[in-house]
């Protein structure tokens, strides 16, 4: 008798952010992608960063969900903050954001824990992450997969697995604030 696999809810921001987190979950979690990005800017970055994902995805053969997006919404969360330095509360408020619709989803929709690869990203604070994956898990009475995925060389895998795959891979997060920081 085999034990069957938690359903998890990954949330993404990216293809290339994946690729090591996928790599190391997925024996652990029956996986299915969620792509909500409102933070991506301008449109045709957030709709090249959806493509991408979709054809890895599928390759690697994974569902995909794809959110609504809704940039008027993020940038009323986050415009009074545009000039905090990167890290600080403009950032948590997007993390907080993403998760939320996620662990929401991920309750409505019969799965068993949620997850982000948010942390995977060397500019990405994975104490504020998983602070709030674990108020998010409380609220919704949904489970939270903690990691801190860039450990253990896990940036390193996700470049190598991103050549591999002949991924695009952005040089920013994604918020119209954040770019030309990094």
């Known amino acids: 008798m085999s034990l069957q696999k938690p359903k998890m809810l990954l949330h993404i921001c990216c293809a ?16 299915t992608g969620y792509f909500y990005d409102p933070n991506i ?32 919404i993020w940038f009323k969360l ?13 950032c948590e408020l997007c993390y907080d954001m993403r ?10 929709n019969g799965f068993d824990i949620f997850a982000t690869v948010l942390s995977i990203s060397p500019h990405k604070k ?9 108020r998010l898990a409380e609220k919704y009475d949904i489970k939270f997969y903690e990691a801190d ?8 895998r996700s ?6 795959y002949n991924l695009y891979r952005q040089d920013y997060c994604g918020c119209v604030y954040s770019r030309g920081r990094f």
């Open 16 to 31: 290339p952010c994946s690729t090591a987190v996928i790599e190391r979950l997925k024996d652990k979690c029956e996986i």
């Open 41 to 72: 800017h301008p449109k045709e970055e957030y709709l090249r960063r959806l493509e991408e994902t979709k054809r890895l995805y599928n390759e690697i053969g994974i569902p995909l969900i794809e959110a609504q997006y809704d940039a008027e």
């Open 78 to 90: 986050t415009g009074d903050f545009k000039h905090e330095p990167e890290g600080g509360k403009r």
């Open 99 to 108: 998760l939320e619709k996620a662990a929401g989803f991920a309750k409505g």
């Open 126 to 134: 994975a104490e504020a992450i998983n602070n709030i994956g674990r």
């Open 149 to 156: 995925f860039k450990k253990k060389n896990g940036f390193k």
């Open 159 to 164: 470049l190598e697995l991103s050549r591999e």
